[in-house]
């Protein structure tokens, strides 16, 4: 017997829509203030140029979030798929991220500071964040039967 197919999003998706939702638009306004602060940077230095770098994959990341809620709200065929992408580009520049900050903390490039060390936790909770959606899109039932390959399953669970 085949499994219904669901028509809406529901249970963790709500979360996981929600959450990159508010993440995209934050991550898309965040961009303005951590580029501001990249060019405050005074001497202009390797750091404000790491800075205003990651103030621009922030807004890809956030464009990016946008585009895949988006796509799961509307059911696209695609969408796991382009959330898996994103769930991947997130784990990769965040470590990318959290990694060259800590290698400019412990070359004395820069000072450690407690907004610093904020910045590489909230990277690190990025990454584990990431791999607990991707084990979650990998495997729940809920997202097989509402994102399912099989066009031949009629539409009718809510």
Same mark, same amino acid.
């Given at each position: 017997?085949?499994?219904?197919?669901?028509?809406?999003?529901?249970?963790?998706?709500? %979360?996981?829509?929600?959450? $990159?939702? @508010?993440?995209?638009?934050?991550?898309? !306004?965040? *961009?303005?203030?951590?580029? /501001?602060? +990249?060019?405050?940077?005074?001497?202009?230095?390797?750091?404000?140029?790491?800075?205003?770098?990651?103030?621009?994959?922030?807004?890809?990341?956030?464009?990016?979030?946008?585009?895949?809620?988006?796509?799961? %709200?509307?059911?696209?065929? $695609?969408? @796991?798929?382009?959330?898996?992408?994103? !769930?991947? *580009?997130?784990?990769?520049? /965040?470590? +990318?991220?959290?990694?060259?900050?800590?290698?400019?903390?412990?070359?004395?490039?820069?000072?450690?500071?407690?907004?610093?060390?904020?910045?590489?936790?909230?990277?690190?909770?990025?990454?584990?964040?990431? %791999?607990?959606?991707?084990?979650?899109?990998?495997?729940?039932?809920?997202?097989?039967?509402? *994102?399912?390959?099989?066009?031949?399953?009629?539409?009718?669970?809510?």
């Amino acid at each position: 017997m085949k499994e219904l197919r669901y028509t809406r999003i529901g249970g963790w998706l709500i %979360l996981f829509v929600f959450a $990159n939702g @508010l993440g995209g638009l934050l991550n898309s !306004l965040k *961009f303005f203030s951590e580029f /501001s602060s +990249a060019i405050a940077i005074s001497p202009p230095s390797i750091f404000s140029a790491y800075v205003a770098l990651d103030a621009f994959l922030m807004i890809a990341i956030g464009i990016f979030q946008l585009i895949v809620v988006y796509q799961m %709200l509307k059911l696209k065929p $695609n969408a @796991l798929k382009a959330a898996k992408q994103l !769930l991947l *580009f997130m784990i990769i520049a /965040s470590a +990318a991220s959290a990694t060259i900050c800590l290698f400019f903390v412990f070359n004395d490039v820069v000072r450690s500071s407690a907004a610093l060390d904020q910045f590489v936790i909230n990277r690190i909770m990025t990454v584990f964040a990431a %791999l607990i959606w991707l084990l979650y899109f990998k495997m729940s039932k809920r997202v097989k039967r509402t *994102f399912s390959d099989d066009s031949t399953v009629p539409p009718q669970c809510s």
